[in-house]
């Protein structure tokens, strides 16, 4: 073989390692591309939108298990927690952190109780009254219902990944944009629930919250929306 011939041997040799590495990175991000290769037929947010959608449109209930990893930009540790989220149609909520401290609260409608372990706090709160949690509420219902609507109205979001569905949330809202930089959400692969959210903040932290062991429609305890007694 002449000296032309290995040139070209080593050049397809060499598009072929990268065509396998290319293939190898795709399959690791798990991530399919916006628009399908056998079809050509485009992947549109609105479209994905309504699938969430209609997939969303059977859950009733929701129970699941919390990992929350905070992730401080000026430290290299991770600060992890553990807990539970319950969630059953329309408006009622558990959102209950185990470890390392026990603290969490619960709502009904509008009326909800707010608990601390460590302290013994138990106390009573309103949605209306009350800023902060009637914002963190309205951010675990939207979740929770996939309520497109509402996140439409304070986000911008882009359709970053179709399979699994992943979007970028940008808040609209001018005080919220000072602290969140963005939201990104990651749904399960039958597109009725979030499996993933990650909050990246102005200052460089992030804080990711993992939803595993998800059981959909599946009875609730009596005591799901009560506050722990102490």
Known sequence: MGRIGV?????????????????????????????????????????VQQELRLAAQGVETLQSDILQEKHLAMFAETLRSTGRFVF?????????????VASGFVLQGEAGTRWNALSKEVGAFNVS????????????????RVDLDWLNKRYGMELICAQPVILRLLPL????????????????????????????????????????????NAPLSSTAFEAPKF
């Open 88 to 100: 059953a149609r329309p408006d009622k909520l558990r959102w209950e952190m185990l470890k390392p």
């Open 173 to 216: 809202d001018p005080g919220e944009a000072q602290m969140i930089e963005s939201l990104r959400i990651e749904f399960a692969p039958d597109r009725s629930h979030v499996a993933e959210v990650v909050m990246y903040e102005q200052g460089g932290d992030h804080t990711r919250m993992i939803f595993s062991a998800v059981q959909v």
């Open 7 to 47: 040139v070209k041997m080593a050049h397809r040799k060499a598009k072929q390692a990268t065509r396998y590495l290319l293939i190898l990175v795709l399959a690791t991000l798990g991530c399919v591309s916006n628009s399908s290769a056998e079809t050509q037929i485009p992947v549109t947010l609105a479209a």
């Open 129 to 144: 009254a009350d800023p902060i949690m009637g914002m963190v509420s309205q951010q675990l219902l939207a979740w929770a």
